[in-house]
C-alpha cells in the first residue's frame, strides 16, 4: 500500500474510510440475529436463540452488549429486526468521533491533523497515481517521509539539529520546509504553485491550508511535484 512499517494506523484507516475490523464484526453478529429473528419458532436455530436469551447465555449477553453501544438494546427484548441502515450509521458515527480524538494525541500526526478533519476516502487514495506517487503522498501525510526530521530521530539528533543539508536556510527539513521552502527544489515547485495560484489567492494561505488545497484539488501535479523532487534529493544525497 506504499506504507513502511512504521506507518501510523489512524493515518492509514482514515485516509481509506475503512470500518475497523470490530465494526465489522459487529455488523456480522447483528446481521445474524436478523436471520434469527425471521426464523420460524419451530427451527431449532431459533429455539436455540430463545433458550440463550431465555437463560442470559454468552451470546444473548454479547449481542446485549454490541447493541447497548448503539442504543438499540430495546429491539433485542422486543425481538424486533434491527435497521441495518440505522446501525452501520450509529459505527461509522463512533469510528469517525473516536478517529478524530486519537489523532489529536499522535504528535507524529500533527500535520495530519491539520490537514484532515473528516474520516473517509481521500483523493490520493481514488486517482490512479503509481506506487511510488501513492506512496509518497501516503508518507508525507503520516509524517514519515525519510525527511532530516524524521531520520535524525533514528540516530538521537537534537530537532533543532536534524537541518536541511540541502540549501542554505539554515533551517530543520521538515514536511513544509520541503514542500514549500527549500529553495533546492524552486525550479520545479515553480510550475504546481502557477496551477493553483491561478484556483485560490494560495500565497495568503497558512501553509497546512495549502497542503490540504495540494492533496484536494492537484492530487496529480503534487503527487508529480514530491516524486521529482524526492528523486532530486536522493540524487544529491547518495550519488
Ligand atoms: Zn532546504
Not at 37 to 62: C, H, K, P, Y
Request: include cysteine.
Amino acid at each position: 500500500m506504499g506504507f513502511h512499517k512504521f506507518a501510523p494506523t489512524l493515518d492509514v484507516m482514515g485516509d481509506r474510510g475503512w470500518e475497523p475490523s470490530e465494526v465489522r464484526w459487529n455488523m456480522c453478529i447483528i446481521r445474524l440475529l436478523n436471520r434469527i429473528l425471521g426464523m420460524n419458532a419451530n427451527r431449532i436455530s431459533r429455539q436455540v436463540f430463545e433458550w440463550d436469551i431465555t437463560s442470559n447465555g454468552v451470546w444473548a449477553r454479547d449481542i446485549h452488549d454490541i447493541l447497548v453501544r448503539t442504543g438499540l438494546e430495546d429491539s433485542l427484548f422486543r425481538k424486533e429486526k434491527i435497521e441495518i441502515g440505522v446501525v452501520k450509521d450509529i459505527f461509522f458515527q463512533q469510528t469517525q468521533e473516536k478517529w478524530a480524538s486519537d489523532i489529536c494525541y499522535k504528535t507524529k500526526l500533527r500535520t495530519y491533523h491539520e490537514i484532515k478533519h473528516v474520516y473517509g476516502l481521500e483523493n490520493y487514495v481514488m486517482y490512479n497515481l503509481s506506487k511510488k506517487k501513492y506512496s509518497l503522498c501516503a508518507q508525507l501525510r503520516a509524517g514519515i517521509l525519510g525527511l532530516h526530521i524524521e531520520t535524525g530521530r533514528y540516530v538521537d539528533t537534537a530537532v533543532e539539529d536534524r537541518l536541511c543539508s540541502l540549501c542554505d536556510l539554515h533551517e530543520v527539513e521538515n514536511k513544509m520546509h520541503f514542500v514549500f521552502y527549500c529553495p533546492f527544489y524552486d525550479s520545479i515547485r515553480q510550475n504546481l504553485f502557477k496551477k493553483i495560484d491561478k484556483k485560490f489567492e494560495f500565497l495568503w494561505l497558512e501553509d497546512f491550508e495549502k497542503l490540504k488545497r495540494f492533496f484536494k484539488y492537484e492530487t496529480y501535479a503534487f503527487a508529480t511535484f514530491l516524486e521529482r523532487a524526492w528523486s532530486l534529493r536522493r540524487k544529491a544525497m547518495y550519488s
